[in-house]
């Protein structure tokens, strides 16, 4: 029997959302049990959607469910929520979307909550403008945030706030980085358009194509030669920031999966140290390198413990980016707003703080250090890289500008939607001779 996508979906989004597991796993173990392209479309789309609007829809299921599923029925839950996702978010056919709903508790093995699931989207449709004006009436159900996060964001961006989370629910465009040691970014931006995309190239990113939906990418032309990769415009600054030159010696002190590493090396022939503590996620940054046909010394250790992997040699750039709260990528990484607690920034700042008080000291005078997060709050970022520089008497800020974004108490915020890319903090340091 051909699996359901609506099931599947449902069964994925429990785990997403009550069990804390990732997304991008859940997408990848699931998708291949679908032959059908369509079937595989739709699987994904209600599972990032799901996860995106969670916060929002979970909310109503409280007002309209007289007992609570989650607990002992949580993928008949997940899939009420999805139910109401194909109804508001992917405006399906009301009929088709409440039909089909219905049809996945067979498929799910639950044939006797059919009628509980069928009348509650029923009482959603009946009521639907009362209910979505409650949930509009809160920030965080508005744009599906968790209080903390929309609470954070009020605090530190009070101006940006609500711009900031409605484009995290916003679909982003496809980023491309054209590989300069491959060919020409003009004639790849050519070869994708001959193959029916909409390709063009970004107004002032030197390597960024950008294409306006999302599509596989192994399909695309010049993928399996290494003529491109997959990276936002915020996270391919950092290549222009730490600025790398022939002949360098070049840290990347928290590599995985490697797209800052390989651009670094597209961009200068340099000798680059690939540096990333988790074993798990090392094998990504050698598969980049391999199939971009880049070479780099990658190394498994622990950034904030050089005496493990250093071998007392300095070097000329620096690059951290820093392990954080991710909150900056939720438009991509919608499950992140799941799964991150108001708790874990006071703990990823003492590793923040851990990693680039360690690494300092390797770099060489006259050396240049770029302190990056894709992280929105002020204290993951601008905090950070004020106490390194009232504990080092030698560290000096190098000002910058970006076109699009706004200027920090040190360093550069982008904020999710600034020139349509993802939210990343940048600070660029240089030790004095």
Same mark, same amino acid.
């Given at each position: 029997?051909?699996?359901d996508?609506?099931?599947?979906?449902a069964?994925?989004l429990a785990?997403?959302?009550?069990?804390g597991?990732?997304l991008?796993?859940v997408?990848e173990?699931?998708?291949?049990?679908?032959?059908?392209?369509?079937?595989r479309?739709?699987?994904?789309?209600?599972l990032?959607?799901?996860?995106?609007?969670?916060?929002?829809?979970?909310?109503?299921?409280?007002?309209?469910?007289?007992?609570?599923?989650?607990?002992?029925?949580?993928?008949?839950h997940?899939?009420?929520?999805?139910g109401?996702?194909q109804?508001?978010?992917?405006?399906?056919?009301?009929?088709a979307?409440?039909? %089909?709903t &219905?049809? $996945?508790? @067979?498929a799910?093995?639950?044939? =006797?909550? !059919?009628?509980l699931?069928n +009348?509650?989207?029923?009482r959603?449709?009946?009521?639907?403008?009362?209910?979505?004006?409650?949930?509009?009436?809160?920030?965080?159900?508005?744009?599906?945030?968790?209080?903390?996060l929309?609470?954070?964001?009020?605090?530190?961006?009070?101006?940006?706030a609500?711009?900031?989370?409605?484009?995290?629910?916003?679909?982003?465009?496809l980023?491309?980085?054209?590989?300069?040691?491959?060919?020409?970014?003009d %004639?790849? &931006?050519? $070869?994708? @358009?001959?193959?029916g995309?909409? =390709?063009? !190239?970004?107004?002032w990113? +030197?390597?960024?194509i950008?294409?306006?939906?999302?599509?596989?990418?192994?399909?695309l032309?010049?993928?399996?030669?290494?003529?491109?990769?997959?990276?936002?415009?915020a996270?391919?600054?950092?290549?222009?920031?730490?600025?790398?030159?022939?002949?360098?010696?070049?840290?990347?002190?928290?590599a995985?999966?490697?797209?800052?590493?390989?651009?670094l090396?597209?961009?200068?022939g340099?000798?680059?140290t %690939?540096?990333?503590?988790?074993?798990?996620?090392?094998p990504?940054?050698?598969?980049?390198?391999?199939?971009?046909?880049l070479?780099?010394?990658?190394?498994?250790?622990?950034?904030?413990?050089p005496?493990?992997?250093?071998?007392?040699r300095?070097?000329d750039?620096?690059l951290?980016?820093?392990?954080?709260?991710?909150?900056?990528?939720?438009?991509?990484?919608?499950?992140?707003?799941?799964?991150?607690?108001?708790?874990?920034?006071?703990a990823?700042?003492?590793?923040?703080?851990?990693?680039?008080?360690?690494?300092w000291p390797?770099?060489?005078p006259?050396?240049?250090?770029?302190?990056?997060?894709?992280?929105?709050?002020?204290?993951?970022?601008?905090?950070?890289?004020?106490?390194?520089?009232?504990?080092?008497?030698?560290?000096?800020?190098?000002?910058?500008?970006?076109?699009v974004?706004?200027?920090?108490?040190?360093g550069?915020?982008l904020?999710?939607?600034?020139g349509?890319?993802?939210?990343?903090?940048?600070?660029?340091?240089?030790?004095?001779?």
């Amino acid at each position: 029997m051909k699996p359901d996508a609506r099931a599947l979906a449902a069964s994925g989004l429990a785990e997403i959302a009550l069990r804390g597991a990732s997304l991008r796993e859940v997408m990848e173990r699931s998708a291949p049990r679908l032959p059908d392209p369509r079937d595989r479309a739709l699987l994904m789309a209600l599972l990032s959607e799901g996860a995106r609007w969670w916060l929002r829809y979970d909310a109503a299921l409280d007002e309209l469910l007289a007992r609570p599923l989650k607990r002992k029925e949580p993928a008949i839950h997940a899939l009420l929520v999805l139910g109401l996702v194909q109804l508001e978010v992917l405006e399906l056919e009301d009929y088709a979307a409440v039909a %089909a709903t &219905v049809e $996945a508790t @067979r498929a799910l093995k639950r044939p =006797a909550l !059919a009628g509980l699931v069928n +009348a509650v989207l029923r009482r959603w449709q009946r009521e639907r403008g009362d209910r979505l004006a409650g949930l509009d009436a809160q920030p965080a159900t508005r744009h599906a945030h968790p209080d903390w996060l929309a609470a954070a964001l009020a605090t530190d961006w009070p101006a940006q706030a609500e711009a900031v989370m409605a484009a995290d629910n916003r679909e982003p465009p496809l980023m491309l980085r054209a590989n300069h040691r491959h060919g020409d970014r003009d %004639a790849l &931006v050519a $070869a994708l @358009r001959d193959a029916g995309q909409a =390709a063009g !190239a970004h107004p002032w990113l +030197a390597d960024g194509i950008v294409l306006p939906h999302s599509t596989d990418v192994t399909r695309l032309p010049g993928f399996a030669e290494g003529a491109f990769a997959v990276q936002d415009g915020a996270a391919q600054v950092a290549a222009d920031l730490v600025d790398a030159r022939d002949g360098q010696r070049v840290l990347d002190a928290c590599a995985a999966p490697g797209g800052k590493a390989c651009h670094l090396l597209e961009r200068a022939g340099v000798e680059l140290t %690939a540096l990333e503590m988790d074993g798990h996620r090392a094998p990504r940054i050698r598969q980049n390198l391999e199939r971009l046909q880049l070479s780099a010394k990658l190394i498994v250790g622990d950034a904030g413990d050089p005496s493990s992997w250093w071998d007392n040699r300095p070097f000329d750039r620096i690059l951290i980016d820093a392990p954080c709260s991710a909150s900056g990528v939720l438009r991509r990484r919608p499950d992140v707003r799941l799964h991150r607690r108001a708790r874990d920034i006071a703990a990823l700042g003492v590793q923040q703080r851990r990693i680039l008080h360690a690494l300092w000291p390797l770099l060489a005078p006259g050396g240049r250090l770029v302190y990056a997060t894709c992280s929105l709050l002020r204290a993951e970022n601008e905090a950070v890289v004020t106490e390194l520089l009232a504990a080092q008497a030698d560290a000096e800020v190098v000002p910058f500008d970006l076109p699009v974004g706004q200027r920090a108490a040190v360093g550069w915020q982008l904020l999710p939607g600034d020139g349509d890319l993802d939210g990343m903090y940048y600070a660029v340091l240089r030790k004095r001779p």
